[in-house]
């Protein structure tokens, strides 16, 4: 089955504390990106990928890292979380993320409080 | 800052109506535009996109492009309960980037 998996998908740490969250997906997707999604903000784009070795920073990607190592695998960290980093997490992947046709296919979300 | 706008409701319809939402982007240069539905906890599923001005249907979803004014709309036909959902409208800016809107709450009352 085609699909984008994150885990965990619920966290909850406590400040300072490094995290990794993994996202994968089985479709041989070249674009990969990482939003959060916060009340009446909408998803706002943390970083992203369009192939293997190559990211870029997106509107919000202060207190973040991620790499691209293997086409298929999109790790976001988190240095040293703090409480404002707490959000609701969603990995996606699309085929090239330069066509005008391209879907974007979301991860399940993975839930992170940050105390 | 290039801009997606959206209305956050709820916008509330009976069930059976015509539930219209409605999306204005602010770049000129975007290329294609994007619905997609998110049920509450849930990931956000593509519905339809559209890159032309005009209509585009899908079963009963119609999406609408009007470049010369900036907005981009959707249709829902005989809406159902099972249409009660957020719905996202984001558009592929001139850098190939998608931009997001906050999201319209709909509710369909049966």
């Known amino acids: 089955e085609a699909q984008v998996t994150q885990n965990p998908r619920y966290l909850i740490t406590v400040t300072g504390k490094k995290l990794t969250v993994t996202c994968s997906q089985n479709m041989n997707h070249e674009y990969m990106s990482w939003y959060r999604q916060d009340p009446g903000l909408g998803l706002r784009q943390i970083y992203y990928s369009m192939n293997v070795e190559v990211t870029d920073k997106g509107d919000v990607p202060e207190g973040y890292k991620v790499s691209r190592k293997e086409k298929r695998n999109f790790p976001l960290i988190l240095e040293s979380p703090s409480p404002n980093q707490t959000s609701l997490y969603f990995c996606?992947?699309?085929?090239?993320?330069?066509?005008?046709?391209?879907?974007?296919?979301f991860g399940p979300g993975t839930r992170l409080t940050v105390l | 800052q290039k801009e997606v706008e959206q209305n956050s409701g709820p916008l509330s319809v009976p069930e059976g109506a015509i539930a219209s939402l409605n999306c204005t982007y602010s770049d000129r240069g975007s290329q294609s535009f994007f619905w997609y539905r998110q049920y509450s906890g849930k990931s956000p599923e593509l519905i339809m996109f559209?890159?032309s001005n005009g209509d585009k249907e899908d079963g009963r979803f119609t999406a609408q492009l009007n470049k010369a004014s900036q907005y981009v709309s959707l249709l829902i036909r005989d809406s159902q309960p099972s249409d009660s959902a957020t719905y996202l409208c984001a558009d592929l800016d001139s850098n190939y980037q998608l931009i997001w809107g906050a999201g319209t709450k709909l509710i369909i009352k049966p």
């Open positions: 996606a992947s699309s085929l090239t993320g330069a066509a005008g046709t391209d879907t974007q296919y």
């Open positions: 559209i890159y």
